[in-house]
C-alpha cells in the first residue's frame, strides 16, 4: 500500500525530489479547505454585515426624518397654539368688555347684574326690558316739554304771585323766555288747545296720554294743535306766553294721573340716564301695574303681527 507520494522541484541546482506522507497531503488539504471556508464565511459576514449596516442607516435616516417631521409638527402645533390662545385672550377681553358694557346698560334700564347668568340671557333679558322701556317712556310724561332752565315755583304749597295768599300749587312753573316751544313729553291725544277763562291758565293745552295720566300746559301765548288730534312725542304743541292769572312769561306744567296731582319735577328729570329715580321719588304711581301693562300691551302687538302675517301668507298661498 503506498502512503508516500513525491513532490519534485526543479530550480538552479538541479532537481530535488521530496517524499510526503499521504497524511500529510489529507491535512493539507482539509486546511485549505478549512481556510476556503473561513474565507467565505468572513467574507459572508462582511457582505451581511454591510447591508446589515446600510439597513441600520436607511432606517436611521428614515427615523431622523420622521423626527424632523415630528418637529416640524410640533411647532406648527405650538404656533397654532399660542395664536389660539391669542384669540381666546382677545375673546375673553372682549366678553368683558361686553360684559361691563352690559352691566351699565342693566344699570341704566333698572335691572340688577345677573352675574352668574350667562351673557345670552343676560342680552336677552335686557333687550325685553328695553322694549319694555322704550314703550313706557313713550306713552308716559317723561324729560322736560321745554328747554330747561329751572324753575321758579315748585309743586305744593306756597303764597300765590298775583293773589298774594297761601295756596296749594298744583304744577312747576318753569322759567322760559316768551315764545319758548313746548314739546309733548309723550304720545297723546288732545283734550282742550284754546283760552281758558275758569282756570286762570290762560291759553291752555290739555293732552291726555296713557295709563289715565294727563299734563296741562298753562299761560301760553299761542298753541298750534287743535283739540281732538292725535300728537306723538316729541310733537311742537305750542309756545310759552304770559296769559292769564300770570305775571311774568313762564310755563305752568301739571301732570295729573288719575284726576290726581303728582309733581311734575320727578318726570322733568325722569330720562334714560335717570330710569331709575322715579320709581323711589314718586310713591303715588302703581308702577308695577303700568309695567306689566306695558309687557301685556307688547306681547298683543307682537301677537296681532303675528296674526296679520300668516292671514297675509295665507291669501298669497
Not at 27 to 46: C, K
Not at 156 to 173: A, M, N, S, V
Not at 195 to 223: A, C, D
Amino acid at each position: 500500500m503506498n502512503n508516500h507520494f513525491t513532490i519534485t522541484i526543479h530550480d538552479d541546482n538541479g532537481v530535488k525530489q521530496f517524499n510526503v506522507h499521504r497524511f500529510v497531503k489529507k491535512a493539507l488539504l482539509y486546511s485549505s479547505v478549512f481556510i476556503l471556508g473561513m474565507v467565505f464565511i468572513a467574507v459572508t459576514t462582511i457582505l451581511y454585515l454591510n447591508h446589515s449596516v446600510e439597513a441600520i442607516e436607511l432606517k436611521r435616516n428614515g427615523m431622523q426624518k420622521a423626527y424632523e417631521d415630528i418637529k416640524e409638527t410640533n411647532l406648527a402645533l405650538q404656533n397654532n397654539m399660542q395664536i389660539t390662545n391669542n384669540s381666546l385672550e382677545k375673546k375673553k377681553k372682549e366678553l368683558l368688555e361686553l360684559s361691563d358694557s352690559l352691566t351699565e346698560i342693566e344699570v341704566l334700564i333698572g335691572l340688577k347684574p345677573m352675574a352668574e347668568s350667562s351673557i345670552e340671557e343676560r342680552v336677552s333679558a335686557t333687550k325685553i326690558d328695553s322694549q319694555q322701556r322704550a314703550v313706557l317712556m313713550q306713552l308716559i310724561p317723561n324729560g322736560s316739554p321745554i328747554e330747561y332752565r329751572g324753575v321758579t315755583s315748585r309743586y305744593g304749597y306756597r303764597i300765590h304771585p298775583t293773589l298774594g295768599k297761601k295756596e296749594f300749587h298744583r304744577g312747576t312753573d318753569m322759567k322760559a323766555a316768551m315764545n319758548t316751544p313746548v314739546y309733548a313729553p309723550a304720545d297723546a291725544i288732545v283734550e282742550w288747545s284754546g283760552y281758558h277763562k275758569k282756570s286762570g291758565f290762560g291759553r291752555l293745552v290739555i293732552l291726555e296720554h296713557s295709563y289715565g295720566f294727563k299734563t296741562y300746559y298753562g299761560h301760553l301765548n299761542k298753541t298750534v294743535v287743535k283739540s281732538g288730534t292725535f300728537v306723538k312725542k316729541g310733537t311742537l304743541i305750542a309756545y310759552t306766553g304770559n296769559t292769564g292769572m300770570s305775571n311774568g312769561p313762564h310755563l305752568h306744567y301739571e301732570i295729573r294721573f288719575i284726576h290726581r296731582n303728582v309733581n311734575p319735577f320727578w318726570f322733568i328729570k325722569w330720562t334714560q340716564q335717570h330710569y331709575d329715580e322715579i320709581f323711589q321719588k314718586e310713591k303715588k304711581i302703581p308702577w308695577q301695574s303700568l309695567i306689566m301693562a306695558t309687557i301685556h300691551l307688547r306681547l298683543q302687538a307682537t301677537q296681532t303681527q303675528q296674526s296679520l302675517q300668516l292671514v297675509q301668507n295665507s291669501k298669497e298661498n
